[in-house]
């Protein structure tokens, strides 16, 4: 039987000594032994020193962003389909560091990756400063009086999270059987290398052994999970499903009489349900047949202020969603004016619905008065805009937007019998 190469022939690219070359041999043993073919492995790298390896090795190889590499072996490893495909991340210290979020919510959802921690306790491409890993009592080149903090014991961390396998071991010698059985776990699997970097490490702590600095700041070393979990219930695919279902089954069941693609704008204020009332007139507008684009805008504090909502409806796909001025701009409060007067500027023509007691806005649009809040109350003005617009320009059958009114709790929150009084 021909053996596959893994590792190119160019020399291992690090320097002399240093712990990265241990781990790039021990993985490729470790895949030796599992028998896997070098094109079934996916071995996604991040920044960093051990990072330059995916040159070495003869497997797809993907290179990320600092940080980033748990996230992105994550979707590759969502995407095969093929048991037979392994991925494996090599990822520093300083690299979990920055990423610590996605490798806890990796191993907490339990994603099926291998992921190999390279930790030589200290940012070794950048010339040695400190992560979060770096042992208490540590120097490096940046902090000579050492770390004040204990390091991160990632083992725990990563164990408590829900990962099925997570081990830790001295980066000496041969420890490819830990890599192998991650790699084999069906699940997230970590492996904890400790490692010294001799050429930032070694310098700022002369005659440092890398046992005793282990087993000093407390860092066991051993397998502290193993073995496949139920995965969590929320994962479940049938739930997600019928969390969708309601929102993405709207019918076309009115004609409607569009010719062209237009924009409606609504502006009032927080708390008058102008996101509310263009949902509804979106949803009405897709049962009738229309391609719609909802976009709401409201500042940061969305108690207070303006509120507004831009509904594009048209009977041909949207393949843009922006608009520089609106065809209807229906203005229901002094806030909702405010927003819309740079909009209302840019209107040479179309029709804007102006609630009783505000200013005019003095553009080329026709502007008509009508009494929104004085007969409906401020918070159901938005919506009443929108029916009397719809009355007044038949675009598709008020039926269709009295059907979403009249559907559980919107029937109860607003005054259907006075909405079609006009
Ligand atoms: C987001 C981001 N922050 C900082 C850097 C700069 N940077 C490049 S390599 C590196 C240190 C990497 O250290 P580690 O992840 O421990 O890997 P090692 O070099 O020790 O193998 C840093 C901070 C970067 N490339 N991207
Ligand atoms: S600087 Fe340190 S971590 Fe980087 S290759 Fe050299 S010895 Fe290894």
Redesign the pocket.
């Known amino acids: 039987m021909t053996v596959m190469p893994l590792l190119n022939d160019a020399p291992l690219p690090f320097c002399k000594g240093c712990g ?1 070359s241990h781990v790039a041999k021990n993985t490729e043993k470790a895949i030796r032994r599992l028998g896997l073919d070098p094109l079934d492995v996916v071995l996604v790298t ?6 330059i390896i995916d040159k070495s090795f003869l497997t797809h190889t993907v290179h990320g ?3 980033r590499a748990v996230a992105l072996a994550g979707g590759i490893s969502a995407g095969l389909d093929n048991p037979k495909n392994r991925v494996v991340v090599f ?8 990423g610590m979020q996605h490798l806890v919510g990796a191993a907490h959802r339990d994603i099926d990756i291998t992921v190999v921690v ?3 306790m ?5 010339g040695g ?1 400190p ?1 979060d890993f770096t042992p208490s009592g540590f120097k490096t080149p940046t902090l000579p009086d050492g770390k004040s903090l204990q390091g991160y014991d990632i083992c725990r961390q990563i164990a408590s999270a829900g990962a099925s396998r997570v081990e830790r071991v001295i980066g000496v010698g041969d420890f490819s059987e830990a890599i192998a059985k991650a790699i084999s776990t069906n699940g997230f699997a970590l492996v904890e290398v400790m490692e010294i ?1 001799p050429s930032h490490g070694v310098k700022a702590n002369p005659g440092m052994k890398l046992k005793k600095v282990v087993e000093e700041s407390g860092l066991e070393v051993k397998v502290f999970a193993s073995g496949k979990k139920e995965r969590s219930a929320s994962l479940h695919p049938s739930i997600s499903q019928s969390l969708l279902q309601e929102s993405l089954e709207i019918h076309p069941v009115y004609p409607n009489s569009l010719a062209h693609r237009m924009s409606v704008m609504v502006a009032g204020s927080a708390g008058g349900g102008v996101q509310s009332a263009a949902e509804w007139f979106a949803r009405a507008a897709m049962s009738s047949g229309l391609d719609v684009t909802l976009r709401g805008a409201y500042p940061v504090t969305v108690g207070v202020g303006f509120s507004a909502a831009q509904i594009n409806i048209s009977p041909e796909p949207i393949l843009y969603t922006g608009s520089s001025a609106p065809d209807v701009l229906i203005v229901t409060s002094a806030d909702g004016a405010d927003y819309a007067r740079p909009f209302a500027a840019k209107m040479a023509d179309g029709l804007i619905l102006l609630d009783e007691g505000l200013e005019s806005l003095s553009t080329g649009a026709e502007e008509l008065r009508v009494p929104m809040s004085a007969r409906i109350g401020s918070r159901d003005a938005s919506v009443y805009g929108l029916l009397w617009y719809l009355n007044h320009a038949r675009l598709f059958p008020i039926e269709a937007m009295m059907d979403v009114l009249t559907v559980g709790a919107r029937s109860r929150r607003v005054k259907i019998e006075k909405l079609l009084q006009f």
């Not at 990822?91 to 920055?98: V, Y």
């Open positions: 990265h991040d920044i960093g020193c051990h990072g962003l600092h940080g990822i520093g210290d300083g690299g979990a560091t920055i390279h930790n030589n200290l940012y070794g491409m950048t400063q992560s970097c």
